[in-house]
């Protein structure tokens, strides 16, 4: 019964998967020239927090504490704790329906004496430094829950050459899809800057586990759509970079 559950499960996320890529497809011959900002108001706030060395556990746990004071306000879509790719960080996303709405966020934060004086006089001493990007989903994206809780995330910045989708949007698309229609990777979210570096794109995988991350990349590293598809984009590509994420047990993506 747990192996026929298993095989259910790995069914779902491949058809999710194909899904994902299949709806792009025939979204993006009409779209994607015009960049994914215009389509809709929705977007995605990436914030990443360095935090001092030796406060890292004291900032988890007042975070933890008094999350609950600012998801009263806004949707966090996840928060992980980045393990390999840069230390002592944190990484969160935060969905707003429009920019007013942001600005109406911060506004009440900013009254608000329980968050005020409970988390940001004491989180902000314990960080080095901030940043934040907006971002948009990609036409043909949505995000995503992984097919189970308990796994671990991969993001994945590309730095594209100038010019935007209209110019790099569809091999891009191609490599993301001939990732996640086999099945080798689960695509939660797919991401193009808005705010922050232009021309940069975030890919957001999920894997039950680091070791299955390698071992996935290893067996599409060897199938020959994947290398083609990825040559083609990496015409396009100048950098890319990647963080693998543990979720924080307030997360809602786990």
């Known amino acids: 019964m747990?192996?026929?559950?298993?095989?259910?499960?790995?069914?779902?996320a491949q058809a999710d998967?194909?899904?994902f890529c299949r709806k792009g497809r025939e979204y993006s011959r009409a779209s994607i020239s015009t960049g994914p900002q215009q389509q809709h108001e929705t977007f995605y706030e990436f914030r990443t927090y360095y935090i001092k060395?030796?406060?890292?556990?004291a900032f988890h746990k007042l975070t933890n504490e008094n999350i609950h004071l600012r998801t009263a306000l806004s949707e966090l879509v996840g928060y992980w704790s980045v393990e390999y790719g840069g230390l002592n960080q944190v990484f969160h996303i935060w969905k707003y329906e429009s920019y007013a709405q942001r600005a109406a966020v911060?506004?009440?934060?900013?009254?608000?004496?329980?968050w005020m004086e409970q988390y940001i006089s004491k989180a902000m001493p314990m960080l080095s430094s901030q940043d934040n990007e907006v971002t948009y989903l990609v036409p043909w994206s949505?995000?995503?829950?992984p097919p189970k809780e308990g796994g671990v995330y991969e993001l994945v910045s590309f730095q594209m050459k100038p010019g935007g989708p209209a110019v790099w949007g569809q091999s891009f698309q191609g490599a993301v899809c001939t990732h996640a229609a086999?099945?080798?990777a689960y695509p939660v979210g797919v991401f193009h800057s808005e705010f922050g570096l232009l021309n940069r794109l975030h890919v957001l995988w999920w894997y039950e586990n680091a070791d299955q991350r390698a071992a996935i990349r290893h067996k599409a590293h060897s199938d020959a759509r994947v290398v083609s598809a990825v040559r083609q984009s990496v015409a396009y590509l100048e950098s890319q970079k990647n963080k693998l994420l543990f979720p924080c047990s307030y997360s809602p993506l786990k």
């Open 2 to 12: 747990f192996n026929i559950r298993n095989a259910l499960r790995r069914a779902t």
């Open 17 to 19: 998967s194909v899904v």
């Open 53 to 57: 060395p030796h406060l890292n556990a």
């Open 106 to 114: 911060r506004a009440a934060l900013a009254q608000d004496p329980n």
């Open 142 to 145: 949505k995000i995503q829950n």
């Open 182 to 184: 086999p099945g080798y």
